[in-house]
């Protein structure tokens, strides 16, 4: 049993840090973002409300998050199962019923009082299992069609929140089970393996295609459907009265408000009710109109730097099984720094997907901290196998 002293000292340094700046940095902001709305939208009497709950969602998530690093990555694949298959179980037994909606929703959950956000949760856990089925594949003596179990699961939890109405977390789900499933390694006799995942790197590439162009080949009168209205989303502030041009034209103008060293903190003018989903999904543009460009680019670097961290440690593993589960969690990460960024500043159509430890959320936060401790978990048992190579190393030399 790894020892507590184990765990503090052979933790990811840099990481933990950044992630802790990102975090706790992003709790004041949100409080900055919602002050106004808090109180004129929200009606919850207090500018705070917001701030506090992330507060709580963040001590809350460390405390998980403790828990996690205890746990070793040998008892992955049964607990990523297990998890996967009881969200699965919780969402078919929730919308079971009436799957097919017909608008974008998210698809919540309740408990506790709270709500609940299960696609983030069955995002974090199916990569786990994608990485620990695929990480031991190579072992198993019977493997013909076992591979397509993981991408069975991943095709049910992606049709169930799909038809659920939440096409943001649809889309993510769909492009990170492909990619995590692309840097398999396979052997040259996996034809069929191959061959999808030439399909999944074609499917990848026209549905970004279609994110982009495929406003200029649809119907128009399809486009003004509650489902595809999104897809336009070219010169928002020309369709300023609509829902597809309101949200990113205010999110414009805050930038150019902001300028290059920003407007100043608690100055945002677009944080006056100007915006909607100030503290969420566009909370970046208000923190380019209060702290400028170039925090924004800081902001931005920062996630870089933390991509790479996730991605060495991806790198450093002695065991296929953790370097596919920090692959995964890198592009998971990636993925929603991608979307959110490139939605905002209207390089791709919205799709309410939150800004890492920025944006104000309880399923997201939880699971991303939680998703970063895994990757502390295989950082500390990379570090306590090398030391345990060398030492054996130098005792054998020795013996010589």
């Known amino acids: ?25 992003g709790a004041f902001l949100i409080l900055n973002a919602s002050s106004i709305s808090s109180v004129l939208i929200y009606g919850t009497g207090t500018p705070y409300y917001f701030f506090e709950r992330q507060l709580i969602i963040i001590g809350v998530s460390l405390l998980g998050a403790y828990v996690v690093l205890k746990i070793p990555t040998s008892y992955y694949k049964l607990l990523s199962l297990f998890a ?30 709270g709500s609940l956000q299960p696609a983030e949760f069955l995002k974090v856990f199916i990569v786990m299992y994608m990485g620990s089925f695929y990480g031991t594949w190579a072992n198993i003596k019977h493997r013909k069609w076992t591979f ?5 699961i991943c095709f049910v939890a992606f049709v169930i929140i799909a038809l659920a109405g939440d096409y943001g977390s649809a889309a993510i789900m769909l492009a990170l089970f492909a990619l995590v499933f692309i840097v398999v390694p396979t052997n040259k006799e996996e034809k069929l393996i191959k061959v ?37 989303y070219t010169n928002p502030c020309d369709r300023y009265e609509e829902n597809s041009g309101y949200q990113v034209c205010n999110g414009y103008i805050a930038i150019n408000n902001g300028g290059i060293f920003g407007s100043g903190i608690g100055e945002s003018v677009q944080k006056y009710l100007y915006l ?125």
């Open 1 to 25: 049993m790894m020892k507590k002293n184990d765990i503090l000292k052979n933790l990811n340094k840099p990481l933990l840090i950044m992630s802790l700046i990102y975090a706790i940095g």
């Open 84 to 113: 996967t298959l009881g969200f699965i179980f919780l969402l078919l037994t929730a919308y079971g019923s009436s799957l097919i909606k017909s608008g974008v929703q998210e698809v919540t959950l309740s408990l506790f009082g």
């Open 148 to 152: 397509l179990i993981p991408l069975s």
């Open 196 to 232: 999808l995942k030439y399909t999944a790197v074609i499917g990848l590439i026209l549905s970004i295609l279609f994110l982009k162009f495929g406003y200029k080949i649809l119907p128009e009168n399809k486009l003004n459907s509650g489902r595809l209205n999104r897809l336009v």
């Open 276 to 400: 909607p989903a100030s503290h969420t999904d566009f909370i970046f543009p208000i923190i380019v109109e209060e702290l400028g460009v170039l925090v924004g680019i800081l902001i931005i670097l920062g996630y870089v730097y933390m991509i790479y961290l996730i991605f060495k440690v991806a790198t450093s593993t002695y065991k296929l099984q953790n370097s596919l589960i920090c692959y995964g969690i890198g592009i998971y990460f990636l993925l929603h720094i991608f979307v959110n960024l490139c939605g905002v500043l209207g390089i791709i159509p919205l799709t309410g997907v939150p800004l890492p430890f920025l944006s104000y959320g309880g399923s997201f936060c939880m699971t991303l901290i939680g998703a970063f401790a895994v990757v502390q978990r295989i950082h500390i048992e990379n570090k306590i196998e090398k030391n345990n190579r060398e030492i054996k190393n130098i005792v054998n030399n020795q013996k010589i």
